[in-house]
């Protein structure tokens, strides 16, 4: 699965450099190795202002817990970087629940709107910006398999449609993050002959798709043992990416959580790839400085109920799933998406057990 591969290695034309922006080195390392770290990007205190509202997140779905019955103890007397860890030992899956939650607090909205993050998108893509519509806040808890994800392309999991269109994400964790505690990893210049690889679906018990390392190797040319780079990134610094640099998120081996937030943009003439279900969000639109996004129509749209609407089988009790998992279960903590029929199902597990696939979405695999 082909894109012109100067999409991802050209650089735009620039004008004159605004606040926030990218150095002219840091521009050149994002187009020819696919990333570029950037430390210090934001104040700390801009930051803790998105730490405040990942706590009311948790506060929100600790008590939605409690309320049900499905937790006994809510541990509001520890932090925000140890607290999900006791809420996970007592009902597993809370970290999907999270994950699927798809709320946008003002901290998050300011963020992923930040002058400064959409001055770099200017650098990347032009004046005319759009946030594409999927965003995670993501919490990494100690040992869990779940949110330990693999070798991938972020273009697996779209529409192929929009192999060509340039998707940049701004990685940002919510504390110092390094290999201990579960930081990106990923596989420079993979991105430069501008192919989706072959992936595979699903890796253990998650929804994730897979992308090979001897498919790294054949097909987009990563030297494994030259390549990879394993990303530290500072409380206030931001990992930029595009969508075809292969990357993972590494095993938090640590005793405390770790938080980040990934946001996307793209030009919003260009289609996002996700399969019709929600559109994206335009930020900047040249010629109008006083342009605000509207927040409040694109959270309307929740894009997880949307997919569970076209992609969840109701009542299966195939491998992997129980009849507890009702699919009107406010609790389901199952992911099923259209990326699981766009690649070879080499492993069934309980998120797989529940994906209905739907003829509108019949692609050739790869």
Not at 5 to 13: D, G, H, R, S, V
Not at 224 to 238: A, I
């Amino acid at each position: 699965m082909d894109a012109n591969p100067a999409l991802y290695t050209t650089i735009p034309p620039q004008g004159e450099r605004k606040p926030g922006q990218l150095t002219a080195q840091q521009l050149k390392q994002y187009f020819d190795e696919g990333f570029v770290v950037v430390p210090n990007f934001f104040k700390p205190e801009e930051l803790d202002l998105v730490r405040e509202g990942v706590k009311d997140l948790v506060n929100q779905l600790v008590n939605k817990l409690y309320d049900a019955g499905k937790i006994k103890d809510k541990h509001e007397d520890v932090g925000l970087f140890q607290r999900f860890t006791l809420i996970e030992k007592q009902f597993p899956g809370a970290g999907v629940l999270m994950h699927k939650a798809g709320i946008l607090p003002q901290s998050f909205r300011d963020l992923w709107s930040h002058d400064h993050l959409l001055n770099v998108m200017e650098q990347l893509i032009g004046p005319n910006i759009a946030g594409h519509p999927v965003w995670n806040l993501r919490v990494k808890t100690p040992q869990n398999e779940e949110s330990v994800v693999p070798w991938h392309q972020d273009n697996a999991y779209l529409d192929p449609n929009a192999l060509n269109v340039l998707q940049p994400t701004a990685w940002i964790p919510l504390l110092d993050v390094n290999a201990q505690n579960g930081c990106i990893q990923v596989a420079r210049r993979g991105h430069r002959k501008g192919v989706t690889a072959r992936h595979q679906c699903c890796v253990g018990n998650t929804w994730y798709v897979e992308l090979l390392e001897e498919d790294m190797v054949k097909t987009l040319e990563v030297d494994m043992d030259n390549d990879l780079v394993t990303c530290d990134v500072p409380y206030g610094g931001v990992l930029f990416m595009n969508n075809s640099i292969p990357h993972r998120s590494l095993t938090n081996l640590s005793n405390e959580i770790r938080w980040s937030l990934d946001l996307r943009w793209q030009r919003p003439d260009k289609p996002n790839g996700f399969y019709g279900i929600k559109e994206s969000i335009p930020m900047r639109v040249e010629g109008d400085p006083n342009f605000k996004p509207d927040f409040d129509t694109f959270s309307k749209t929740d894009r997880q109920l949307l997919t569970k609407d076209i992609f969840f089988a109701s009542k299966n009790t195939d491998e992997g799933a129980t009849n507890d998992d009702d699919d009107d279960d406010e609790f389901d903590t199952t992911i099923t998406g259209p990326w699981m029929q766009r690649w070879e199902m080499v492993h069934t597990n309980r998120h797989t057990a529940r994906f209905k696939p739907h003829d509108k979405y019949n692609w050739v695999k790869a």
